[in-house]
């Protein structure tokens, strides 16, 4: 369905953007992959699953708190693959405190990573969208876009603004071919939660299983996480022709969070 488009996934090295680039590349898109740590083992992953499409792939390590990287890897992604038909907005980091307690710097680069960086590769992104009358933009929220939690105030802050962001997105891009949607996912098993996973089974004194269980029946009534997989085939259904009128969704896939 996308042979011959180019997938931008920030944060794609492992979690939820490694899910949403392997569903991409099954499709026949060309990934192009950022994010920390091993960056051989996802991108043979990704290739791996594009196989049959010929899907090539390609790797920018920007930072995405420096707009000047993030001007370099769209740069990048323009030169080698022509230009960034889809760009999923996935990459985050995660503080928990109390606001009173807040480090600033933390406050700054949650706010730089989780939301300003969804803007700079957005406006880069546009032109060539709206030239080529085809876009999809995919902003990776949060539950914690449509709801709070304590101690996250940063996250939620910034997952609000992204969906705040999706919106007007949307709506300057509604008579387009562009479409600008958010996934808002609950629980998912990435190494950010399962620290907090690890946090909590030492906190508590109970085993990782357990400490999951807990953390799961504090919100989630459906007792599951959600997979990278799951989230990864629901990009691939705003990127098809049946996501042709989804505009300005924040569409949650959270096993019931917020439906209490």
Not at 18 to 43: C, S, Y
Not at 82 to 94: E, R, S, T
Not at 222 to 243: I, K, N, R, Y
Request: net charge neutral; with cysteine; proline share 3%.
């Amino acid at each position: 369905m996308l042979q011959g488009k180019t997938a931008l996934v920030t944060g794609s090295t492992s979690g939820i953007g490694l899910g949403i680039a392997k569903a991409l590349a099954r499709q026949g898109a060309n990934i192009v992959m950022n994010g920390f740590g091993d960056v051989d083992g996802p991108r043979g992953e990704i290739e791996q699953a594009g196989k049959a499409h010929g899907v090539r792939t390609g790797y920018h390590g920007a930072d995405m708190s420096r707009p000047a990287e993030i001007e370099a890897m769209m740069e990048y992604a323009a030169r080698e693959f022509g230009c960034v038909d889809i760009l999923v907005n996935n990459a985050g980091i995660q503080h928990v405190s109390t606001v009173q307690d807040f480090p600033v710097e933390r406050w700054d680069a949650i706010i730089a990573i989780n939301l300003s960086s969804a803007f700079h590769t957005s406006r880069l992104a546009l032109p060539g969208m709206l030239k080529n009358q085809w876009g999809r933009i995919i902003n990776i929220a949060s539950v914690h876009g449509l709801v709070a939690s304590a101690q996250k105030s940063a996250y939620v802050a910034a997952k609000h603004g992204i969906i705040g962001l999706t919106k007007v997105t949307a709506l300057e891009t509604a008579h387009t071919g562009v479409t600008c949607n958010a996934i808002c996912p609950g629980w998912v098993l990435t190494p950010l939660v399962q620290k907090q996973v690890d946090a909590k089974a030492k906190e508590a004194g109970v085993s990782n299983e357990e400490a999951k269980k807990l953390l799961l029946g504090e919100k989630e009534p459906s007792m599951q996480f959600t997979t990278p997989d799951e989230l990864g085939e629901l990009a691939v259904f705003f990127c098809s022709a049946a996501g042709n009128n989804v505009r300005g969704a924040a569409w949650n896939m959270d096993g019931g969070w917020t439906a209490q």
